[in-house]
């Protein structure tokens, strides 16, 4: 009797042990299976780099453009990031004058993706791309009077915290925020030093959302 008893207990005891740690594995599975990729990189237009590609060549030849400081490498990074946006993209740049990323924009708005951008009181001239969006119907709102500047320059690709509108991100890194110290000019892609970092962490792209919408909100 206490031999069958024992024998129980050890059932019993290993039993569980097997429950659990099956329990644990499905758990671990299920985490890598949903886990959200994760993207996280900077990028320098460094000044004295060699020309080689415009921004306006074709796709492939700067694919196989084998200069590590290429300028339109890095323009391309940012209208492919456009370009696969589903839903929203919020642009605060202070300097707005390149036509392939108005262009890209444009094509993001026929696909149905809503588009806000907040840009500096001084954009509002005709070498800037703004007024020739707002033309085209997309959102604008300007900060900044000419003595204060709305000096800040990022994009968020899909970032929908707060948004109730929208049930579902289907962004393959669930957004990105794109920050630097670049604007959206010929200068700022061709000759400045700068830096741009691209990132789908959760904690930034929530805090610049958050500024943003400020923004929205507080300017016509
Ligand atoms: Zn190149």
Redesign the pocket.
């Known amino acids: 009797m206490r031999f069958e008893v024992v024998a129980f207990l050890k059932f019993g005891f290993f039993a569980s042990a097997l429950l659990l740690s099956t329990d644990l594995l499905y758990s671990w599975y299920l985490r890598q299976k949903n886990r959200t990729p994760r993207l996280n990189e900077v990028n320098f237009v460094m000044s004295n780099a060699l020309p080689?590609?415009p921004h306006t060549?074709d796709v492939e030849?700067?694919k196989k453009?084998?200069?590590p400081h290429?300028?339109?490498?890095l323009s391309r990074k940012i209208i492919e990031q456009i370009d696969s946006a589903k839903h929203l993209i919020c642009i605060a740049m202070y300097m707005f004058t390149m036509r392939h990323m108005a262009d890209a924009i444009m094509n993001a708005k026929k696909r149905g993706v809503h588009i806000r951008i907040i840009t500096d009181f001084s954009m509002t001239n005709d070498h800037s791309q703004i007024n020739k969006l707002q033309g085209d119907g997309i959102a604008i709102r300007i900060a900044g009077n000419g003595d204060l500047y709305m000096h800040n320059k990022y994009c968020l690709i899909d970032v929908l915290t707060g948004e109730t509108k929208f049930k579902e991100n289907t962004h393959p890194l669930n957004g990105v925020l794109i920050n630097g110290s670049m604007n959206w000019t010929t200068n700022g892609f061709e000759r400045n030093w700068e830096n741009i970092i691209f990132t789908s962490d959760d904690h930034l792209k929530s805090e610049f959302k958050r500024s943003f919408d400020y923004i929205w909100s507080r300017c016509a």
């Open positions: 080689c590609c060549a030849v700067i453009c084998r200069n290429c300028k339109a490498k």
